[in-house]
């Protein structure tokens, strides 16, 4: 929580409305989303993944993640923000809420100022904002969570330009390769190795929109040794090839 108390949000769109089946997403998100579904549910495919997401649910999605959605019918307020110098939240892609009913003062006080524009809305909206954020920063921490799953995410994390193994972690961790793939899964969802790609992809995606780096300095640099192995692996995660992003993507994030 310490390094997350000089948060500084910047709000760039925000909606509290109903959506039906004319409504869908397909995109590369630039910035961070946070969803709140209020009412019915929604089909989500995150990196690849697919989810169903329903009342009382939050959906967290960082920059750099592709993102398809569509749903029968759902009532949401939605969330997009930029915060200068943090990637990743470090919230779960969905978060179960015990009381939505909480949050919901801040949405309407929110959806007052940003349809009113009024004097100093987004300075307003950003405290607003902060709350929210510190309320399922709250969440998060009443949440069951094991410590050893935290040390091998933040291992790999310090550790994802190097070849990374299962087995290398078990034995940092003192546990057989099947039980540390075994706890990795429940408690994050994936594979580690699953895990370590997506953290190599989108770190990779960083070099891709902000440096000069061709795609074979930017597969070595992210710990893939085998650039073709690299493109498959973007394909897979990402849904278009390394080539391809670029020319439909990275122009959009030149300054």
């Not at 769109?13 to 709140?36: E, I």
């Not at 969905?94 to 100022?113: C, H, R």
């Not at 193994?165 to 057989?176: D, K, N, P, Q, W």
């Amino acid at each position: 929580m310490d390094k997350y108390q000089n948060l500084n949000p910047d709000l760039e769109y925000f909606v509290y409305t109903h959506r039906d089946t004319s409504w869908g997403l397909n995109d590369l998100l630039r910035v961070h989303a946070l969803t709140f579904i209020l009412e019915g549910s929604v089909d989500y495919e995150i990196e690849g993944k697919k989810y169903t997401f329903k009342k009382n649910d939050v959906i967290y999605s960082p920059p750099n993640t592709f993102r398809k959605a569509k749903t029968k019918s759902m009532k949401v307020v939605a969330f997009d923000f930029s915060i200068p110098g943090v990637d990743n939240l470090g919230l779960p892609i969905g978060l179960p809420v015990g009381d939505m009913s909480k949050y919901l003062p801040y949405f309407q006080s929110i959806n007052i100022e940003w349809l009113k524009k009024g004097l100093e809305y987004r300075l307003k909206c950003k405290g607003y904002l902060i709350l929210i954020l510190h309320m399922l920063f709250t969440e998060i921490d009443e949440q069951p969570r094991n410590n050893m799953v935290e040390e091998m995410k933040s291992y790999i994390v310090e550790n994802y330009e190097e070849k990374i193994s299962v087995s290398e972690i078990a034995e940092l961790m003192g546990v057989s390769t099947v039980y540390c793939g075994a706890i990795f899964k429940k408690f994050e969802g994936c594979t580690i190795n699953f895990y370590i790609n997506q953290i190599r992809i989108n770190q990779a995606i960083n070099y891709m929109t902000t440096t000069g780096m061709n795609n074979s300095e930017v597969a070595y640099r992210v710990g893939f040794s085998d650039v073709y192995y690299f493109s498959r692996m973007f394909k897979k995660l990402k849904g278009v090839s390394p080539s391809d992003f670029r020319k439909t993507f990275v122009k959009r994030y030149e300054i």
